[in-house]
């Protein structure tokens, strides 16, 4: 048996909870095009076998991935809070990740994560499919400056380069019991799981208005009835959290129940709690 942690690290909006979902072959961390869209880390767990000695032997591999906020130039308690969440996963694992845009410049950012990683770490150059062949051979050159052990392109999109990058991973896990049972894919709680499905369809729904004021929450679990509280930073945003006669929560419930199993009955109401954000008391009744 082989097993051990891999963490995903970089800047906003990279791609790193879409490929952690495209390597799991199921949806583990919600995505969108928000910046802070992660707050948390989030556990995905690998269950692979893999084959050594020519083929002669299969070994059982866990490989427990570990999600990050995007790393970024905080503005906010809550961003620093986020930062802090990241950089905490860069110890204590086998193998650190960072995960780079092909199509965006490599810029400070980059290099302030790149210098507090270890030398063997790997760089994962994401969304190689909207980026021409010239962009991706200058983010490898650019990036190779670094010195780190592996560059590996892929699509978290389109699945291109995971196999690649999978086995690269699978090899350097070091052996060890499992940490988690078969049937375990998604560590996170399903009481946080749902908030955060409310969260991610809410990012969606009202696009650039409202989305780093968002908070969500789980106030009543009594399966199949959730009662979920969305937590916004002014009275204002409550109404376009709303919207018209109730449009945007309707919409946003329909969705989550989508993604739940028959018979879920979710109720959203909306709160204010002003100024959230700069209130790190509040955080840990966030779970952040």
Not at 34 to 62: C, F, W
Not at 136 to 148: D, K, N, P, R, Y
């Amino acid at each position: 048996m082989k097993s051990g942690f891999v963490t995903l690290v970089g800047r906003p909006n990279v791609g790193k909870s879409t490929l952690l979902n495209r390597i799991l072959g199921e949806k583990v961390a919600i995505t969108s095009d928000k910046p802070q869209t992660t707050r948390r880390q989030v556990r995905g767990v690998l269950h692979a076998v893999t084959e050594v000695d020519g083929g002669d032997v299969d070994i059982d591999v866990q490989v427990v991935f570990v999600d990050t906020p995007g790393i970024h130039k905080p503005r906010t308690p809550l961003g620093e809070r986020l930062n802090d969440t990241a950089t905490g996963a860069l110890g204590d694992v086998d193998v650190s990740c960072l995960v780079v845009d092909a199509t965006a410049p490599i810029g400070p950012g980059d290099r302030w994560i790149a210098e507090r990683l270890p030398p063997d770490a790997v760089v994962v150059v994401n969304k190689v499919d909207r980026a021409t062949p010239e962009q991706v051979a200058a983010q490898l050159a650019t990036a190779s400056e670094w010195g780190f052990g592996e560059y590996v392109p892929v699509s978290a999109r389109t699945g291109e380069g995971i196999d690649v990058l999978l086995r690269l991973l699978v090899a350097r896990m070091p052996e060890g019991p499992p940490f988690y049972p078969d049937e375990v894919v998604r560590e996170t709680p399903d009481e946080v799981w749902v908030a955060e499905l409310v969260r991610e369809q809410l990012l969606a729904v009202t696009r650039d208005e409202v989305p780093h004021s968002i908070a969500t929450r789980v106030a009543e679990w009594e399966w199949p009835r959730v009662r979920v509280e969305i937590l916004v930073e002014r009275d204002s945003q409550k109404g376009i959290v709303i919207g018209k006669r109730g449009a945007v929560l309707k919409e946003v419930g329909t969705r989550v129940r989508q993604q739940l199993p028959e018979g879920a009955y979710v109720e959203l109401v909306v709160k204010v709690e002003k100024d959230w954000q700069r209130r790190p008391d509040r955080f840990p009744h966030l779970g952040l």
